[in-house]
C-alpha cells in the first residue's frame, strides 16, 4: 500500500485551462512537500507546507494543506505547455526522518 | 552557490557485478540522501548520511551500502546486481528533511 496517493495518475489538458491534483493519505505529515521532475532530470522542489490549512501561492500554482495534515491538493491556473512534467507529493511523518513520495501525477499541457 | 552533482549520467552493468554512484552535495548541505526511481514511480528512499554516519535506511538490502565523506560528499556502493536495480539512482542534499535539493541523477541499466 502506498503511503501518498496521487491522483489523477496521469492528466491532459489543453492549454489555458484549470487543473488541480491530489495527494491523499491516512497518515499525519509534520510537513509536505511538492516538487516538479522533467524527464532525465532530478525533482525540483516547488513549495513545502508545514500548518494544517495552510495555502501557499507560486505564481500560477496554489498549494494547499489539508486541516487534518493528512492531504494536500496543488492547482494550476490558466496551464501553460512549460507546465507540463510529473508533479510528486512528498511528505515527513510527524517524528520520522524519511522523505516518502507518491507515484506522482503527470501532466501534458497541449499547445 | 554550487548545486548538487551526479556522476556517471548514465552506466550499463550486467547483473551480479558491483557499481559505485557519486554524489558532490550543495554547498553548506551537510545531509546526503540516496533514493532509487523506478520508471513511472516516485522516489523511494533508500538511506540518509549526516556527518559521515547512516542514520536512516530505507526498505532495501544490505547489498546497497553507502559512504560521506568529511566535505559531505557521498558514494553509493551497490553490490551483486540484479535486472531489477535498473533504475534512476537521485542523490539529494539537505539542512532540513522536508527541504531536499535533488542531483540530475544517474541512470543504471543491469543487463
Given at each position: 500500500?502506498?503511503?501518498?496517493?496521487?491522483?489523477?495518475?496521469?492528466?491532459?489538458?489543453?492549454?489555458?485551462?484549470?487543473?488541480?491534483?491530489?495527494?491523499?493519505?491516512?497518515?499525519?505529515?509534520?510537513?509536505?512537500?511538492?516538487?516538479?521532475?522533467?524527464?532525465?532530470?532530478?525533482?525540483?522542489?516547488?513549495?513545502?507546507?508545514?500548518?494544517?490549512?495552510?495555502?501557499?501561492?507560486?505564481?500560477?500554482?496554489?498549494?494547499?494543506?489539508?486541516?487534518?495534515?493528512?492531504?494536500?491538493?496543488?492547482?494550476?491556473?490558466?496551464?501553460?505547455?512549460?507546465?507540463?512534467?510529473?508533479?510528486?507529493?512528498?511528505?515527513?511523518?510527524?517524528?520520522?526522518?524519511?522523505?516518502?513520495?507518491?507515484?506522482?501525477?503527470?501532466?501534458?499541457?497541449?499547445? | 552557490?554550487?548545486?548538487?552533482?551526479?556522476?556517471?549520467?548514465?552506466?550499463?552493468?550486467?547483473?551480479?557485478?558491483?557499481?559505485?554512484?557519486?554524489?558532490?552535495?550543495?554547498?553548506?548541505?551537510?545531509?546526503?540522501?540516496?533514493?532509487?526511481?523506478?520508471?513511472?514511480?516516485?522516489?523511494?528512499?533508500?538511506?540518509?548520511?549526516?556527518?559521515?554516519?547512516?542514520?536512516?535506511?530505507?526498505?532495501?538490502?544490505?547489498?546497497?551500502?553507502?559512504?560521506?565523506?568529511?566535505?559531505?560528499?557521498?558514494?553509493?556502493?551497490?553490490?551483486?546486481?540484479?535486472l531489477d536495480d535498473s533504475a534512476?539512482?537521485?542523490?539529494?542534499?539537505?539542512?532540513?528533511?522536508?527541504?531536499?535539493?535533488?542531483?540530475?541523477?544517474?541512470?543504471l541499466t543491469v543487463?
Open positions: 500500500t502506498q503511503l501518498l496517493e496521487q491522483s489523477p495518475q496521469f492528466l491532459s489538458i489543453q492549454e489555458g485551462e484549470n487543473l488541480t491534483v491530489y495527494c491523499n493519505s491516512s497518515s499525519v505529515f509534520s510537513s509536505l512537500q511538492w516538487y516538479r521532475q522533467e524527464p532525465g532530470e532530478g525533482p525540483v522542489l516547488l513549495v513545502t507546507v508545514v500548518t494544517g490549512g495552510e495555502v501557499k501561492k507560486l505564481k500560477r500554482l496554489t498549494f494547499q494543506f489539508g486541516d487534518a495534515r493528512k492531504d494536500s491538493s496543488l492547482h494550476i491556473t490558466a496551464a501553460q505547455p512549460g507546465d507540463t512534467g510529473l508533479y510528486l507529493c512528498a511528505g515527513v511523518e510527524a517524528g520520522s526522518y524519511q522523505l516518502t513520495f507518491g507515484k506522482g501525477t503527470k501532466l501534458s499541457v497541449i499547445p | 552557490e554550487t548545486g548538487v552533482t551526479q556522476s556517471p549520467t548514465h552506466l550499463i552493468k550486467t547483473r551480479g557485478q558491483q557499481v559505485t554512484l557519486r554524489c558532490s552535495s550543495q554547498s553548506g548541505h551537510n545531509t546526503v540522501s540516496w533514493y532509487q526511481q523506478a520508471l513511472g514511480q516516485g522516489p523511494q528512499f533508500i538511506f540518509q548520511y549526516y556527518r559521515e554516519e547512516e542514520n536512516g535506511r530505507g526498505n532495501f538490502p544490505p547489498r546497497f551500502s553507502g559512504l560521506q565523506f568529511p566535505n559531505y560528499s557521498s558514494e553509493l556502493n551497490v553490490n551483486a546486481l540484479e534512476l539512482y537521485l542523490c539529494a542534499s539537505s539542512h532540513r528533511v522536508d527541504e531536499q535539493y535533488f542531483g540530475p541523477g544517474t541512470r543487463t
